[in-house]
C-alpha cells in the first residue's frame, strides 16, 4: 500500500510484522553526496532485518544539556525551558558556567582576607534542580575576584567572567572544599556522589589566562582534584574540559605521573572548529563529521592512556558555536543529530547538546527570537524544530540492530518494538531536492497501522508563521503564542498498511517518526 505524509513529500510502503510488533521510523532528509559521493537524486534501496545481530544502545545523546550560567537557573524562563527539555529527553544532568561567579555571592572575604562564604544563592540554583529531577553536572568556574591574579583578566562574554589564576593556589582549595562539603552535607552524599565536578572550561582557549596554559591547568585540576576527594572518595572529579578536543591524552599522562585523581575525561568540539585546531591537519572536514570524528580520536586517545577505562563525556557540542540562524535554528537540526547519534554510537558515555535553551546571554540580552542561538528553545519558551526533533529521537529504542547502511538506524525498544532512523542529510547551505528511498524488511508479515508524525520546514518549525510576521524584534504576546502554536508538533495520522516494502521521497531536511502496529 502506498501512502503520502502530506506536505512533507514522504511516500510510504509497509507491511506488518508476524509477531505484531510496533515499528517506529524516524525518517530524514539526506544528500548522499554530502556523505556518499553520490548525486543528490539517486534512488536507494535498504535491506532491514528484523533478526539482524545487535548490541545495547544507551541515549547518549540526551542524558545531559548545557544551559548557560548558573545564575540563569533562577529565572522563571530559564526552569520553564528545563521542564520543557526533561519533558521531552528525561535528561539526567544539566551543565552551566559560572558557579564561582561574583553575581552567585559564593566567595568573599573579610578584612583580615579570610573567607566568607555564603551558599543562598547556590542552594536555590541546585535546588530547583534537583527539584524538577535533574542533576547537577558541576563546572567549577570561574574566579572570584577576591581571589584572582588578575582583575582585569575578564573573558569577553557579556557577563565578564574572570578567567585569572588564583593569587593564591592554596587559597583556591579551601573554597572548592567548602563548597563540596557543604553540597554534602546540605543533600547527603549518597545523591552528591551521583553528580559530577568538573574542573574549569575550555582552559585550552580564551576561558583561561594561565601561562602557561596547559601546565597552570593541570595545577589548577590537581589542587581542586585532591580538596573535593578530601571530602569524600565517592565523589567524582574530571577534565580538562578543553575545546577542540585538545590534551585529553596529556592530561591523563600527567594524572597517571602525578597521581592525581581523575575520575572521567571531558572536553568539546563544534561542527565549525578547524582540523588544524582539532586534528593538526589542513583538511576540509564536512560538517557531517567533524564532531563525531573528534569523539573517535578522543576514545581511542583514552583507550590508548594509562587509564583505558576512563569514561569520556563530551560536555559540550553543536553544529556550530557561532550564532548562524540557517543551522540551530532551522530543520536542518534533526537529520543532522540522527546522523551525529549514528556516527558517534559507542564512543562515548554522554554527549551535552549545547544548549537546552537560548536563556543564555552569552552575547548579551536576546535582542530577536531566532538570532541563531544554541538552544532547543527560542525565548519565551518557542520550540524550534531541534527541539522536536529531539521528542522524536528520543523514541529510540535501547538495544540497536545491524544494517548495511550510512543512513539508517535501527533499534528496538523494550517492549519488542523496532525503532528505525532514516535520513537524507543536506547541508544548510544546499538548496536540495526531495530524495527517494526504498526499504525491505525481512521479517515482517500482514497488516499494520502506521502512525505518522513530520517535523520539517513547514511541520514543527515557529519559521514560516515567524516570517509571515514580517520577522518582529520584540513579538508581542499574542505573536508568541501564535509561534508556539505553529511550532508544535502536527497531530500523528494513521494509515492502515500491508506489504513488506517502504518506499519514501523526502523534501530537504524532512524528519519523521512512523509507529507501525496493529
Same mark, same amino acid.
Given at each position: 500500500?502506498?501512502?503520502?505524509?502530506?506536505?512533507?513529500?514522504?511516500?510510504?510502503?509497509?507491511?506488518?510484522?508476524?509477531?505484531?510488533?510496533?515499528?517506529?521510523?524516524?525518517?530524514?532528509?539526506?544528500?548522499?553526496?554530502?556523505?556518499?559521493?553520490?548525486?543528490?537524486?539517486?534512488?536507494?534501496?535498504?535491506?532491514?532485518?528484523?533478526?539482524?545481530?545487535?548490541?545495547?544502545?544507551?541515549?547518549?545523546?540526551?542524558?545531559?544539556?548545557?544551559?548557560?550560567?548558573?545564575?540563569?537557573?533562577?529565572?522563571?524562563?530559564?526552569?520553564?525551558?528545563?521542564?520543557?527539555?526533561?519533558?521531552?529527553?528525561?535528561?539526567?544532568?544539566?551543565?552551566?558556567?559560572?558557579?564561582?561567579?561574583?553575581?552567585?555571592?559564593?566567595?568573599?572575604?573579610?578584612?583580615?582576607?579570610?573567607?566568607?562564604?555564603?551558599?543562598?544563592?547556590?542552594?536555590?540554583?541546585?535546588?530547583?534542580?534537583?527539584?524538577?529531577?535533574?542533576?547537577?553536572?558541576?563546572?567549577?568556574?570561574?574566579?572570584?575576584?577576591?581571589?584572582?591574579?588578575?582583575?582585569?583578566?575578564?573573558?569577553?562574554?557579556?557577563?565578564?567572567?574572570?578567567?585569572?589564576?588564583?593569587?593564591?593556589?592554596?587559597?583556591?582549595?579551601?573554597?572548592?572544599?567548602?563548597?563540596?562539603?557543604?553540597?554534602?552535607?546540605?543533600?547527603?552524599?549518597?545523591?552528591?556522589?551521583?553528580?559530577?565536578?568538573?574542573?574549569?572550561?575550555?582552559?585550552?582557549?580564551?576561558?583561561?589566562?594561565?601561562?602557561?596554559?596547559?601546565?597552570?591547568?593541570?595545577?589548577?585540576?590537581?589542587?581542586?582534584?585532591?580538596?573535593?576527594?578530601?571530602?569524600?572518595?565517592?565523589?567524582?572529579?574530571?577534565?580538562?574540559?578543553?575545546?577542540?578536543?585538545?590534551?585529553?591524552?596529556?592530561?591523563?599522562?600527567?594524572?597517571?605521573?602525578?597521581?592525581?585523581?581523575?575520575?572521567?575525561?571531558?572536553?568539546?568540539?563544534?561542527?565549525?572548529?578547524?582540523?588544524?585546531?582539532?586534528?593538526?591537519?589542513?583538511?576540509?572536514?564536512?560538517?557531517?563529521?567533524?564532531?563525531?570524528?573528534?569523539?573517535?580520536?578522543?576514545?581511542?586517545?583514552?583507550?590508548?592512556?594509562?587509564?583505558?577505562?576512563?569514561?569520556?563525556?563530551?560536555?559540550?557540542?553543536?553544529?556550530?558555536?557561532?550564532?548562524?540562524?540557517?543551522?540551530?535554528?532551522?530543520?536542518? %537540526? *534533526?537529520?543532522?543529530?540522527?546522523? /551525529?547519534?549514528? &556516527?558517534?554510537?559507542? #564512543?562515548?558515555?554522554?554527549? $551535552?547538546?549545547?544548549?537546552?535553551?537560548?536563556?543564555?546571554?552569552?552575547?548579551?540580552?536576546?535582542?530577536?527570537?531566532?538570532?541563531?542561538?544554541?538552544?532547543?528553545?527560542?525565548?519565551?519558551?518557542?520550540?524550534?524544530?531541534?527541539?522536536?526533533?529531539?521528542?522524536?529521537?528520543?523514541?529510540?529504542?535501547?538495544?540497536?540492530?545491524?544494517?548495511?547502511?550510512?543512513?539508517?538506524?535501527?533499534?528496538?525498544?523494550?517492549?519488542?518494538?523496532?525503532?528505525?532512523?532514516?535520513?537524507?542529510?543536506?547541508?544548510?547551505?544546499?538548496?536540495?531536492?526531495?530524495?527517494?528511498?526504498?526499504?525491505?524488511?525481512?521479517?515482517?508479515?500482514?497488516?499494520?497501522?502506521?502512525?505518522?508524525?513530520?517535523?520539517?520546514?513547514?511541520?514543527?518549525?515557529?519559521?514560516?508563521?515567524?516570517?509571515? %510576521? *514580517?520577522?518582529?524584534?520584540?513579538? /508581542?504576546?499574542? &505573536?508568541?503564542?501564535? #509561534?508556539?502554536?505553529?511550532? $508544535?508538533?502536527?497531530?500523528?495520522?494513521?494509515?492502515?498498511?500491508?506489504?513488506?516494502?517502504?518506499?519514501?521521497?523526502?523534501?530537504?531536511?524532512?524528519?519523521?517518526?512512523?509507529?507501525?502496529?496493529?
Amino acid at each position: 500500500m502506498h501512502t503520502s505524509i502530506g506536505a512533507s513529500g514522504c511516500h510510504l510502503v509497509f507491511a506488518q510484522n508476524v509477531r505484531g510488533v510496533w515499528l517506529i521510523l524516524v525518517l530524514g532528509a539526506l544528500t548522499a553526496a554530502a556523505l556518499r559521493g553520490q548525486t543528490t537524486n539517486s534512488a536507494q534501496f535498504i535491506a532491514i532485518d528484523t533478526s539482524a545481530s545487535s548490541h545495547s544502545f544507551p541515549h547518549f545523546w540526551e542524558k545531559m544539556f548545557g544551559s548557560g550560567r548558573a545564575i540563569l537557573s533562577l529565572r522563571d524562563s530559564y526552569r520553564n525551558d528545563l521542564r520543557e527539555t526533561k519533558r521531552i529527553t528525561e535528561f539526567e544532568y544539566v551543565r552551566f558556567h559560572a558557579i564561582f561567579h561574583d553575581e552567585d555571592g559564593l566567595y568573599d572575604e573579610d578584612k583580615d582576607g579570610g573567607p566568607v562564604y555564603n551558599y543562598s544563592y547556590a542552594d536555590q540554583i541546585y535546588d530547583g534542580l534537583l527539584t524538577n529531577k535533574v542533576r547537577p553536572f558541576i563546572e567549577l568556574s570561574f574566579m572570584p575576584k577576591k581571589l584572582t591574579s588578575d582583575p582585569k583578566a575578564f573573558h569577553p562574554f557579556w557577563y565578564q567572567q574572570n578567567v585569572a589564576p588564583p593569587k593564591d593556589w592554596g587559597k583556591w582549595e579551601q573554597p572548592i572544599e567548602n563548597f563540596a562539603r557543604h553540597l554534602v552535607e546540605r543533600y547527603g552524599i549518597d545523591k552528591v556522589a551521583q553528580w559530577y565536578f568538573e574542573v574549569w572550561n575550555e582552559p585550552n582557549i580564551d576561558f583561561w589566562a594561565g601561562n602557561p596554559k596547559e601546565a597552570t591547568y593541570y595545577e589548577l585540576y590537581d589542587r581542586a582534584a585532591r580538596a573535593i576527594k578530601g571530602v569524600s572518595l565517592r565523589l567524582r572529579v574530571g577534565g580538562p574540559a578543553t575545546a577542540q578536543a585538545a590534551w585529553v591524552d596529556h592530561f591523563l599522562a600527567h594524572c597517571k605521573e602525578k597521581n592525581v585523581p581523575v575520575d572521567f575525561a571531558s572536553t568539546h568540539v563544534y561542527r565549525n572548529d578547524r582540523a588544524e585546531d582539532v586534528f593538526g591537519t589542513h583538511e576540509n572536514i564536512p560538517r557531517t563529521r567533524m564532531v563525531c570524528r573528534a569523539v573517535k580520536k578522543v576514545h581511542d586517545q583514552i583507550a590508548a592512556s594509562p587509564y583505558p577505562n576512563t569514561p569520556l563525556i563530551w560536555s559540550e557540542f553543536n553544529a556550530s558555536y557561532m550564532n548562524e540562524p540557517a543551522v540551530t535554528d532551522t530543520a536542518f %537540526m *534533526g537529520s543532522w543529530m540522527a546522523d /551525529t547519534i549514528r &556516527q558517534c554510537d559507542g #564512543l562515548t558515555e554522554m554527549m $551535552s547538546y549545547w544548549t537546552s535553551s537560548d536563556v543564555s546571554e552569552e552575547q548579551g540580552v536576546v535582542r530577536t527570537p531566532f538570532y541563531g542561538g544554541f538552544g532547543l528553545l527560542a525565548e519565551r519558551s518557542i520550540p524550534k524544530a531541534a527541539f522536536n526533533a529531539f521528542a522524536l529521537l528520543h523514541q529510540l529504542g535501547d538495544v540497536r540492530l545491524e544494517v548495511n547502511s550510512e543512513s539508517v538506524l535501527v533499534t528496538r525498544r523494550k517492549n519488542g518494538s523496532l525503532a528505525i532512523a532514516a535520513w537524507n542529510l543536506l547541508l544548510p547551505e544546499e538548496a536540495g531536492s526531495p530524495q527517494t528511498l526504498t526499504f525491505h524488511f525481512k521479517g515482517l508479515g500482514s497488516t499494520h497501522l502506521a502512525r505518522i508524525t513530520v517535523v520539517d520546514k513547514e511541520h514543527g518549525s515557529p519559521l514560516p508563521a515567524w516570517d509571515k %510576521m *514580517g520577522h518582529p524584534a520584540l513579538p /508581542t504576546l499574542a &505573536q508568541i503564542e501564535a #509561534l508556539r502554536k505553529a511550532s $508544535s508538533l502536527p497531530s500523528a495520522r494513521q494509515e492502515n498498511l500491508t506489504n513488506d516494502s517502504l518506499t519514501l521521497t523526502l523534501k530537504p531536511h524532512a524528519l519523521a517518526l512512523i509507529e507501525v502496529g496493529k
